[in-house]
């Protein structure tokens, strides 16, 4: 806020005759009063703003809700703020007992988008004569895909026999409500390289590494609270039904002279879900075309079908002629959104294919088009890159460093570098790097998720640093001699590629990881520190290395590791251990919170697990108990959006085990745990008598 309060405004109050004979002192102590009355002026200003739950700070959101009656509620710190849950508690109110107000409720309690289902309006019965339900029926018609896809899902329309179990195993029952979640969140790349795909020309993913990887969604926000959610509101994989029949009805509507329908490719808001660019010509989204791109079977090399050259639709409006799709100098693009493929039809090639579509993801963990600033970015003892003073300032892509490679070709050793990367784009770099007496910080710019193909290397001396922040490195860092820092946030190393390696000797260095997804980290020597905070460490199997790093002294906090971990000294909190952990100085550190299986050496633990379960239990006790709190994912595969992820049915000691009281690992700053209850607190207000809700998580 600018300070209204200065020494010239102070001297203009007082006689002129003052400020004509004051040689300094008079000014110097005005403003010192100055300075002294504008910090109480801003003081003013912030306790105004304090009175309103819009502007107030956070820590003011909990009195404001105890002036309303608003139940006390778990702490979430960053992970979300319950400012909306105390702004919308009056109208919550006056609605309470509807469906709609426990979606709201859901969405404003957990940070979560949600849709509600009455159960009991799904329940298979004999309908009175007096009140026939037509949509009511006991048998589904099979004839109606789309509806037949959402079976037994958050948007079913399907009836079923009473089940009287409790919930959640018990879902259809008259006095059952089910709360959806979607925990997921998805992320939109604004326009990345699609990666080529198979040795077939005309054939990419929309996975700049080459993955299949479904596409999500980007939810429209729901404007009204007399609206229930639809699945354009939630951030789920995208429908090929829903977007082939809305494609469909946008061809039609344009051959008939109507207006076509604004849903998925909306040309007005958010725009259209997905976008395609060919050779720098954006793709119009009637000419998308939804194909089954899967692996055509006994065709080798691998083979997808592709869409027809031209589509005719015919005229349903007397007077208008009939209209081939695309026009002159267009093409038909075919997409298949389950598996994220491109396919173009036969004939055509293309020098590069961009698009824009949104994937999903647990957090904001690795390279992403999230705001890292949000997401606390600092390393403990690091300051952010924005903020520390550089020599030079370059950014990419601009006049003179188009690329990646020609702005590192105008780093100069003994420089304070700082390169900032604009783009969502794929770019091949190799940089072989020798930096002595350097600090070298390349970032993504805000919201941008640059990915970079082939293996870097370091050199330098004993006051080289490296930052990297919000990188996407689909290769192998390697670190070479003696170096000062290196300091990672936000950045992937895809784990398949080989990950962080350091060879030679460096007694100084300092390696950190913040909020990093990482194959394994290894180091042939001792170096000064490592830590690790939020990160998720894959070596892609159990018995191989996630982290070997000699006798040096490692700090990890809230991370999960998938393999075996060697260090010399250990420090960790809230962390899961997939493989044995060995550590030499069993003396020093402490290990507090964690899950570490046997066998392992490691220092003093504190409530970890599976000691506390298998505490005072026979050795056949004690193995079915550490069999039953060992972690379990909905998947441990790098491809899949649900990464790293702890599932369901993950024993209770691990989901609600760390010291804050959410789940052991890399996730655990998202504060799930306290979400849930929050929700679960703030219903029994809101739900009406005689009513039990689940909390049920879609993705």
């Not at 326009?191 to 795909?197: L, M, T, V, Y």
Request: hydrophobic share 40%.
């Amino acid at each position: 806020m600018t300070n209204r309060l200065t020494a010239d405004a102070l001297l203009a109050l007082l006689p002129a005759f003052y400020g004509e004979r004051d040689t300094g002192p008079l000014r110097a102590l005005l403003d010192v009063l100055a300075r002294q009355g504008a910090l109480l002026d801003a003081d003013l200003d912030r306790l105004y703003d304090n009175w309103f739950i819009e502007t107030c700070d956070d820590w003011v959101v909990p009195y404001v809700g105890d002036l309303l009656g608003v139940r006390a509620l778990y702490p979430v710190g960053a992970a979300f703020s319950p400012r909306a849950l105390v702004a919308n508690t009056l109208r919550l109110r006056r609605r309470k007992g509807t469906a709609l107000v426990l979606e709201e409720l859901a969405a404003d309690a957990t940070g979560w988008r949600a849709r509600v289902s009455e159960c009991f309006e799904r329940v298979s019965t004999t309908q009175h004569v007096n009140h026939p339900r037509p949509h009511a029926l006991r048998t589904p018609d099979l004839r109606r895909a789309r509806a037949m896809e959402r079976t037994g899902g958050p948007f079913g329309a399907e009836l079923h026999t009473a089940d009287v179990r409790a919930l959640p195993a018990g879902r259809y029952n008259l006095p059952n409500v089910a709360l959806f979640l979607w925990r997921l969140q998805s992320c939109t790349v604004q326009r990345g390289d699609a990666a080529p795909a198979t040795t077939q020309a005309g054939f990419y993913t929309f996975d700049p590494l080459g993955r299949d990887q479904p596409l999500f969604n980007r939810p429209r926000t729901e404007t009204d609270i007399e609206h229930l959610a639809e699945p354009i509101n939630v951030p789920e994989p995208l429908s090929w039904r829903d977007l082939h029949q809305e494609l469909e009805a946008r061809r039609q509507a344009l051959t008939d002279g109507d207006a076509p329908p604004q849903g998925w490719f909306a040309d007005g808001g958010p725009g259209p879900v997905l976008q395609v660019w060919v050779d720098g010509q954006p793709v119009p989204a009637e000419h998308l075309v939804i194909c089954d791109l899967a692996p055509i079977p006994g065709v080798s090399p691998e083979d997808w079908r592709r869409p027809d050259p031209t589509l005719l639709v015919k005229s349903r409006n007397p007077g208008r002629p009939d209209r081939v799709f695309p026009g002159p100098g267009g093409l038909l693009v075919g997409l298949d959104p389950r598996r994220g493929r491109i396919a173009l039809p036969a004939g055509v090639t293309a020098q590069q294919v961009q698009v824009r579509y949104a994937y999903g993801f647990p957090g904001d963990i690795g390279a992403g088009p999230y705001d890292r600033n949000a997401a606390q970015t600092v390393a403990p003892g690091a300051p952010p890159t924005s903020q520390e003073t550089f020599d030079v300032q370059l950014r990419v892509p601009s006049a003179g460093t188009p690329t990646l490679v020609a702005a590192l070709a105008a780093v100069q050793a003994g420089q304070r570098v700082r390169i900032v990367v604009d783009h969502d784009g794929t770019e091949p770099a190799t940089p072989d790097l020798d930096l002595p007496d350097t600090h070298l910080a390349i970032e993504a710019g805000p919201l941008r998720r640059p990915v970079f193909q082939g293996d870097w290397r370091l050199r330098g001396n004993a006051s080289t640093r490296l930052t990297l922040d919000g990188l996407l490195l689909d290769g192998r860092l390697r670190l070479d001699g003696a170096l000062r820092a290196v300091s990672l946030r936000h950045c992937t190393l895809v784990p398949a590629r080989g990950g962080l390696r350091h060879a030679g000797t460096a007694p100084e260095l300092e390696l950190s990881l913040y909020r990093c997804i990482c194959g394994p980290v290894r180091s042939a020597s001792a170096l000064a520190s490592v830590g690790m905070d939020g990160c998720l460490i894959d070596a892609q199997d159990v018995a191989a290395a996630a982290v070997d790093v000699d006798d040096s002294a490692l700090r990890v906090a809230a991370s999960t590791l998938f393999g075996r971990v060697a260090a010399g000294r250990l420090d960790a909190t809230n962390t899961l251990f997939g493989a044995p952990v060995a550590i030499n100085r069993r003396q020093e550190g402490c290990v507090r919170y964690c899950h570490v299986p046997a066998p392992s050496v490691t220092p003093r633990r504190y409530r970890c697990q599976p000691d506390l379960a298998v505490q005072d239990l026979g050795a056949a006790a004690a193995r079915r108990a550490a069999a039953r709190v060992a972690p379990a994912f909905t998947s441990t595969d790098f491809a899949s959006p649900a990464y790293g992820q702890l599932a369901r049915g993950c024993a209770p000691e691990i989901r609600e085990g760390a010291d804050n009281g959410a789940e052991i690992g890399a996730w655990n700053p998202l504060l799930q745990a306290q979400r849930e209850a929050n929700l679960r607190l703030a219903l029994d207000e809101y739900l009406r008598f005689g009513l039990e809700a689940g909390l049920i998580p879609v993705n």
